[in-house]
């Protein structure tokens, strides 16, 4: 076991931070192949695509050659934008946080885990609705984020993208809050092909280098 399928132990949250010179979508879909090699389909994966981020990753990925097939058995959440990738599960839109709040968990409430493994719960552009929240809304939100990760009962793994350049001009400081919250925090390279773990509960995995992507594979 190594790379991205290494850290993602039950329960656990990772915030992948990016800047606005890097290509996440390169990670994004290497991690989602990784997965896939390594777990077949046991993992049940839910994708919020907030204004078409993922239309741009997957046209990233695809200009070096990634194979993006593995999108068509992901459930996605879209908030705002207009481009349907992937299984698309419900559509929000763009709006306050209180009603995109609700709206979200109605969706996430429906999707049906079977005898899944355990879900992979991916969010993507979320910089782009958090910059139209105001001071109060923003802080509901993190502080949402922060009881969901602490209170979750299923095997939920969360990984979030976040580009730490388009949220400089929010009203509060978005990245200290949640890397407060956080138990993993890891610094995509610019190719997006690896990550660097800055901060982590577990000390065994403090300043690794984590390669995203390869065929590992355990048999299932």
């Known amino acids: 076991m190594s ?65 993006t097939d593995v999108i068509d058995d992901v459930d996605v ?30 969706v996430m409430n429906s999707v049906d885990i079977g005898d899944s493994t355990f879900v992979l719960n991916l969010q993507i552009g979320i910089e782009n609705i958090m910059n139209l929240f105001d001071r109060r809304e ?23 993208f976040l580009n730490i350049d388009a949220i400089q001009k929010a009203p509060i400081d978005v990245l200290a809050i949640l890397s407060t919250i956080m138990p993993i925090i890891g610094k995509l390279s610019e190719d997006g092909t690896t990550m660097t773990v800055i901060k982590s509960v577990f000390s065994d995995f403090a300043n690794m280098k984590i390669k995203l992507g390869g065929e590992e594979q355990n048999g299932i």
């Open 138 to 160: 923003l802080i509901e939100q993190l502080h949402d984020i922060g009881e969901y990760l602490v209170t979750k009962e299923e095997d939920i793994r969360d990984i979030i």
């Open 3 to 67: 790379g991205i399928v290494k850290l993602l132990k039950p329960h656990i949250s990772i915030l992948i931070e990016h800047q606005t010179n890097s290509t996440p979508g390169i990670g994004l879909f290497r991690i989602l192949n990784q997965i896939r090699n390594y777990y077949g389909r046991s993992v049940k994966t839910v994708l919020t695509d907030f204004l078409d981020t993922l239309a741009v990753y997957k046209y990233h990925a695809e200009l070096v050659g990634i194979d």
């Open 77 to 106: 959440i879209k908030v705002g934008g207009k481009i349907e990738i992937g299984n698309i599960i419900g559509k929000i839109p763009v709006s306050g946080y209180s009603i995109y709040k609700t709206l979200h968990r109605d």
